[in-house]
């Protein structure tokens, strides 16, 4: 029982959701979280921490960077959670603006060649523009 209730403890903050949601989508950098979601660095690396160790992600390293995406040996239950949390955001317009941020960072970081933490603060400074 205690178990159950510290996953649903796990997904009671927004940023957590969101960040998983968008982690489901596509492996992701502390800093492209930054870029999407609008956070800051300390509070994705400390949501990001606490979904590692409920077991939903695993990590790689690239150089000073940390990657993160949905774990391969994910167990049942929390692929039973994923799966209701995707059928209850898919309306969600917060989530879909996420997908979208997602979608314009990935093809800004194509166009500019490189993932880097001066790519994604251009990035954001873009999208505060456009979003102003």
């Known amino acids: ?40 660095q300390p509070l994705v690396s400390r949501n990001l921490s606490l979904l590692y160790k409920g ?14 995406r949905i774990r391969d040996d994910i167990s ?17 317009k917060r989530y879909k603006d996420d ?3 997602l979608k314009e960072c990935n093809e800004y970081q194509k166009k500019v060649g490189r993932c880097d933490m001066e790519t994604l603060k251009e990035f954001m400074k873009r999208h505060e523009k456009n979003n102003l």
């Open 1 to 40: 029982m205690r178990e159950i209730t510290d996953l649903f403890k796990l997904l009671t903050d927004d940023h957590r959701v969101r960040i998983l949601m968008m982690v489901d989508k596509k492996e992701l950098s502390v800093c492209q979280l930054m870029g999407i979601l609008g956070i800051s």
């Open 55 to 68: 077991g939903f992600l695993a990590e790689r390293r690239d150089g000073k960077l940390r990657f993160y």
């Open 99 to 101: 997908l979208a941020t």
């Open 76 to 92: 049942k239950e929390l692929t039973a959670v994923l799966a209701l949390l995707r059928g209850l955001l898919k309306s969600n």
